[in-house]
């Protein structure tokens, strides 16, 4: 028990530290303009959380239609780009990439492609994964 609340509290910490550290929020706000709405990006973070450490200390499962499971998987897949998306433009990755291979012109597309990636993924796993 003891090292579960030990790899528990480190792994908030993690996270804790990279969403705050590196400001992954406040960026992400900056960059969609969204300053006066800011609630809509703290509040699902925190709820999320919270929703994610109640399941991992209940039984609960979620055999849901494949509908609840799709919105899920948007939301996951909406969710993972976007943090990847502003950790990544945080550390100046796709500046740099699209520069070293020649698609200055096209790093909307590269972005867009990351993104969409990241919801078909989490869209398969809760939808075929996760359902059977």
């Known amino acids: 028990m003891l090292i579960g609340f030990s790899s528990g509290i480190a792994v908030g910490a993690g996270y804790v530290a990279f969403l705050t550290l590196l400001k992954i929020i406040p960026r992400l706000i900056f960059l969609s303009n969204s300053q006066h709405r800011s609630a809509i990006y703290i509040i699902p973070v925190i709820s999320g959380t919270i929703f994610g450490t109640y399941l991992s200390f209940t039984n609960l499962s979620l055999f849901h239609s494949s509908t609840i499971l799709l919105l899920f998987g948007i939301i996951h897949g909406i969710f993972n780009g976007m943090i990847a998306a502003a950790l990544a433009e945080v550390l100046n990755v796709f500046p740099i990439l699209?520069?070293?291979?020649?698609?200055?012109?096209?790093?909307?597309?590269?972005?867009?492609?990351?993104?969409?990636?990241k919801v078909f993924g989490s869209l398969f796993q809760w939808i075929i994964l996760v359902k059977y």
């Open 98 to 117: 699209t520069r070293r291979i020649g698609l200055d012109k096209h790093l909307k597309y590269l972005l867009m492609a990351i993104v969409f990636g």
